[in-house]
């Protein structure tokens, strides 16, 4: 980890960063005793209400990095709103909210209220007006509520932009400058992102002031255990048998299949279901209680295959997935390392197929594996229709 330029290795422990006791007890309920990285090189800045722009890969802890302080600086006699946390879908707001109420156990009086599009705001207004003081929010649907005057956000003093490459690659940077600017005694605002992007630090130049910036690195010890396969085919044509050969043969129980349009995800998600694969598939213009209700049959075991754009990527709280097929090339390469970073977690063994099908997602995959220095095996069908290792030149 980098910290304002200088490599630190240290080994951080909660009980040494001078917590309150109601936050100690919820980390030590949830088994909880040695800090991440990005959690020990942030948490000190946000407790000293310092700005503070941190780069880090998904599932490195970054919700407690901002979340623990975030609490810790609450005062639950106030009724105003005093911490904010913005996210680019409702997947991961929803799952900041969990972890911020598991954050708040034993915190009597500390209210947290997530709000999103998809479900009724008459709804989320009863929620406000229970006096919240930590809304977490999507842009867009805290900017319904900031036009209808049914939340104040003068009082609040931090604000966090989670996944805040995404947000800004999403299109909400006017709705983020307008929130930033209705928030004129904010303390401090704190960019977690898996990459720094021109938005992000755009934002960074005009809203903070002398941050500090942590880096976190994937290292090869803290890398997920995942085999990765790229497949060339001959024709599109083939994609589907081969992924159904793979799940079939391979025993997977539980798979994510990342497409690159919504329109393929259902496609696809049917095309899988005819085949007797019990399937489903999410992306943004499903519902948001039929999304809830899908991922919840998929942690539950009652789906084989869940198909998805890259809304699930990010953000979503699933483990246990045996293998993740992209059934077309992700058309970044950060969207490659978010989708297979879905398998191999917890330190379980994971594997990863990527279907190619033309030249150009040949070319594509060979940047992916380039500009990343991942290793990923190449298999071919022989003339037998055997998929076999393809010995590459190093």
């Not at 040695?34 to 407790?47: C, D, H, N, R």
């Not at 680019?88 to 109420?101: V, Y």
């Not at 842009?139 to 003068?154: A, I, N, S, W």
Request: glycine share 8%.
């Amino acid at each position: 980890m980098e910290i304002n330029g200088t490599e630190v290795q240290e080994v951080y422990y909660y009980r040494d960063m001078g917590l309150s006791e109601a936050t100690m007890k919820a980390l030590d309920k949830k088994g909880f005793t040695q800090a991440t990285p990005i959690q020990g090189g942030a948490i000190p800045y946000f407790m000293e209400w310092k700005d503070v722009v941190a780069k880090a890969p998904t599932g490195t802890g970054k919700t407690f990095a901002f979340g623990i302080p975030m609490v810790e600086h609450i005062d639950p006699g106030s009724d105003a709103v005093q911490g904010l946390v913005l996210a680019p879908t409702r997947e991961l707001a929803i799952q900041i909210r969990d972890e911020l109420r598991d954050l708040c156990a034993f915190r009597e009086g500390v209210r947290t209220v997530c709000l999103y599009g998809g479900q009724p705001i008459d709804k989320q207004i009863t929620q406000l007006k229970a006096k919240p003081q930590i809304v977490v929010a999507t842009p867009g649907r805290l900017m319904d509520h900031m036009k209808r005057r049914t939340v104040r956000l003068d009082k609040v003093q931090t604000v966090v932009l989670d996944e805040a490459d995404r947000m800004l690659d999403m299109g909400f940077i006017q709705d983020v400058t307008r929130i930033l600017d209705k928030m004129p005694h904010r303390r401090n605002l704190g960019l977690f992102s898996a990459t720094i992007s021109r938005e992000v630090m755009d934002i960074s130049w005009v809203y903070q002031r002398d941050p500090a910036e942590i880096t976190v690195r994937p290292v090869e010890e803290n890398r997920p255990d995942i085999q990765q396969y790229a497949i060339e085919l001959m024709g599109r044509e083939q994609k589907l048998d081969t992924m159904a050969a793979l799940l079939t043969h391979g025993g997977y129980e539980r798979a994510i299949a990342f497409c690159n349009t919504k329109n393929m995800t259902d496609r696809l998600a049917g095309l899988l279901k005819m085949r007797g694969f019990p399937c489903e598939a999410i992306h943004g213009d499903i519902p948001q209680k039929e999304r809830e209700r899908t991922l919840k049959r998929f942690k539950e075991g009652k789906l084989q295959v869940l198909v998805a754009t890259d809304v699930a990527a990010r953000g979503l709280d699933i483990d246990d997935v045996d293998a993740v097929f992209n059934y077309d090339v992700p058309d970044e390469q950060e969207y490659y390392i978010h989708r297979i970073g879905r398998t191999g977690r917890a330190k379980k063994h994971g594997v990863s197929y990527t279907l190619m099908a033309s030249v150009t997602e040949s070319v594509k995959m060979r940047d992916i594996a380039r500009n990343t220095r991942m290793e990923i095996q190449l298999l071919k069908y022989d003339k037998d229709g055997c998929l076999m290792l393809v010995e590459q030149e190093s």
